[in-house]
């Protein structure tokens, strides 16, 4: 991908690390170009300013981000077990908000992973549950509601589904106060079907 596209790759330095040894143990090739980023040092591509910030996951420095152009703000985080204060605070202004949505957590546990795996995916490095984002997003206090576009992403094929997912988070959504009401468009990624275009 990243030869296709004549780019760097933005990586911290434990990450790049990371995949330098799966690359060694599997192609033997390397990344050709990369950029070094830390958590909460921001950074810019062209007229982009983007935010990277730690997320709990059981990953080698694994980060979410902010980015920020002409006015609008998009977050994205995926790949973790729960939302700390310091992830919270970076999905505030979000006009456009990508959240995982990773599991239903009956259809995890009744489900045909392995127990370990299970408890790594319930565990606070793991996965975010429905249960878990419908508290965030019912809570006004935490989740201001001003995104335009919500999309649930990163969903398990074998412990979710998009209407166990969609209806959970609407559920919490009408849960919110009337003066926090979200008016903005829920959306369910799909791992095969591309989202969009959309419009800010």
């Not at 596209?5 to 040894?21: F, G, N, S, V």
């Not at 700390?84 to 456009?96: I, N």
């Not at 996965?127 to 649930?152: C, M, P, T, Y």
């Not at 829920?186 to 959309?198: E, K, M």
Request: proline letters at 6%; glycine letters at 6%.
């Amino acid at each position: 991908m990243q030869r296709e596209w004549d780019c760097p790759a933005y990586l911290t330095e434990p990450t790049y690390r990371e995949i330098l040894k799966m690359l060694a143990e599997s192609t033997g090739k390397k990344l050709e170009r990369v950029e070094y980023i830390r958590a909460g040092e921001r950074f810019e591509i062209g007229e982009i300013e983007i935010t990277p910030f730690t997320i709990p996951h059981d990953a080698a420095d694994p980060v979410g981000y902010a980015f920020r152009a002409n006015g609008t703000k998009v977050a994205i985080v995926t790949d973790l077990g729960y939302l700390p204060e310091l992830v919270k605070q970076h999905l505030r202004d979000a006009d456009f908000l990508i959240l995982e949505s990773n599991h239903d957590l009956e259809m995890l546990k009744m489900g045909p992973y392995p127990w370990y795996i299970k408890q790594r995916v319930m565990s606070r490095t793991g996965h975010l549950s429905n249960s878990i984002v419908s508290e965030f997003l019912a809570d006004a206090e935490v989740f201001d509601g001003r995104a335009q576009h919500l999309v649930l992403a990163h969903l398990s094929e074998q412990n979710n589904n998009p209407d166990v997912a969609r209806i959970s988070a609407e559920e919490a959504l009408n849960r919110r106060p009337g003066e926090f009401c979200f008016h903005g468009m829920l959306h369910i990624a799909s791992q095969r079907t591309p989202l969009g275009p959309f419009e800010l």
